[in-house]
């Protein structure tokens, strides 16, 4: 199959997450035909074995999806998480219980990062508010921090994929229940990656003063509980929301010290909600700081390509969304750069990336590289570029 004894005990026991490009390969090895795959391979897979009869056309990528989202709903159903109506009957709970319920979130998170929140975030709510009422289930008393934390981070991806998708009045909701539940769980690491989302939403709106304000009191509030890898997350958000301030003196000592706990980090100590943190998404918030920089004095768009460039081949291949939004900041960069053919390229390839992510927040960003060409709207290429990107506006309204 083309993978070392490592990589394979890496499938095996490691997170649960979708690999396309993996599968492709391995469906070619096995001579499984294109048109029986869930998904549609990246590149188009080269499969061995020849079909004789002809095939019906394999599902759109969303249908696949979706095929794969009934399945987990199956798996949940199955486990005794959620019923037939989203309505499940009480039952006494062990621990069993919350380790199922939180592999069923490590299953809806790795297809967030891959397919977008836009996809799974009705689903995703159903279950996390179902979930919510085994809190008045009967269960052991020591068995109560950890129901409720698991709980609590059920409520945190509801909200993060509606804020993907675009729903943030839901996401508000299920925030704050899941900074509740965080809270009453005494994790202060979770209700930190709450505040941290909230954070996160509070810049998609640009809202900045409080989106700071929120990860200021997410850090004095972890205390001693703070990691190396907790810090460096939310020093570099607050870092991107000086910048948007036009504070970016602050917002370059910040990015230092970020970068200062991320060479602390040691992922045995980390909690698994900061299993997704990696050197790309510290570097992509380089790429912000400067794009910002570089929006108030140009000198420094080449500095932002550079980050963001860096922060791209660093990300995960699962995390295709922080690839897309990567992708989109370079274009920026490119432009801000006075690189508008290597923009357009660049702009062309995200157009296309931007329809296998089911994300408004990717969309809004996608729309919103129109600020950043005005200097070149004299380039015929760029203006047919500008064209497609409010067409887009147009289609999503």
Not at 37 to 45: A, I, N, Q, V
Not at 247 to 272: C, M, N, W, Y
Request: glycine share 8%; hydrophobic share 45%; proline share 5%.
């Amino acid at each position: 199959m083309g993978i070392t004894q490592a990589q394979l005990s890496r499938v095996e026991n490691g997170p649960p997450m979708v690999h396309l490009d993996r599968l492709a390969h391995w469906a070619a090895v096995f001579g499984i035909p294109e048109a029986y795959l869930w998904f549609t391979p990246p590149g188009r897979s080269h499969m061995t074995g020849a079909v004789t009869r002809r095939e019906p056309p394999p599902p759109a990528p969303d249908e696949g999806r979706r095929a794969l989202l009934a399945g987990i709903a199956a798996v949940a159903a199955g486990a005794g998480l959620i019923g037939s109506t989203d309505v499940v009957q009480p039952r006494r709970i062990g621990a069993a219980d919350v380790e199922r319920l939180n592999a069923v979130l490590t299953l809806y998170r790795s297809i967030d990062r891959e397919c977008g929140g836009g996809l799974l975030h009705e689903e995703v709510a159903r279950f996390a508010e179902s979930v919510y009422r085994m809190l008045d289930w009967t269960h052991p008393a020591g068995l109560t921090p950890r129901l409720v934390a698991a709980v609590a981070a059920a409520r945190q991806l509801a909200g993060w994929t509606a804020l993907d998708a675009g729903r943030h009045d839901h996401a508000q909701r299920h925030f704050i229940a899941g900074e509740r539940a965080a809270l009453a769980a005494g994790d202060a690491p979770l209700a930190a990656m709450i505040r941290y989302a909230q954070a996160k939403q509070l810049q998609h709106l640009r809202h900045n003063r409080d989106a700071l304000a929120t990860l200021q009191l997410a850090h004095a509030q972890l205390g001693s509980q703070a990691t190396p890898a907790t810090k460096a997350l939310l020093w570099g958000a607050e870092a991107a929301s000086a910048a948007a301030l036009g504070d970016h003196r602050t917002a370059v000592t910040t990015l230092g010290k970020a970068s200062d706990q991320f060479d602390r980090i040691s992922h045995e100590r980390e909690p698994e909600s900061m299993g997704f943190y990696n050197r790309g998404e510290l570097l992509a918030q380089y790429g912000r700081v400067y794009r910002d920089k570089a929006r108030q004095d140009r000198r420094h768009a080449p500095e932002a390509v550079r980050w963001v460039e860096e922060a791209i081949a660093a990300l995960g291949i699962t995390n295709v969304r922080s690839t897309v939004l990567n992708e989109v900041g370079l274009c920026s960069a490119l432009f801000l750069a006075d690189e508008p053919e290597r923009a357009l390229t660049v702009g062309a390839r995200v157009l296309e990336q931007a329809r296998g992510v089911n994300s408004r927040r990717v969309l809004d960003r996608v729309v919103n590289l129109r600020r950043d060409l005005a200097r070149h709207r004299e380039l015929p290429e760029v203006t047919a570029f500008e064209r497609a990107l409010t067409a887009r506006a147009v289609a999503a309204a």
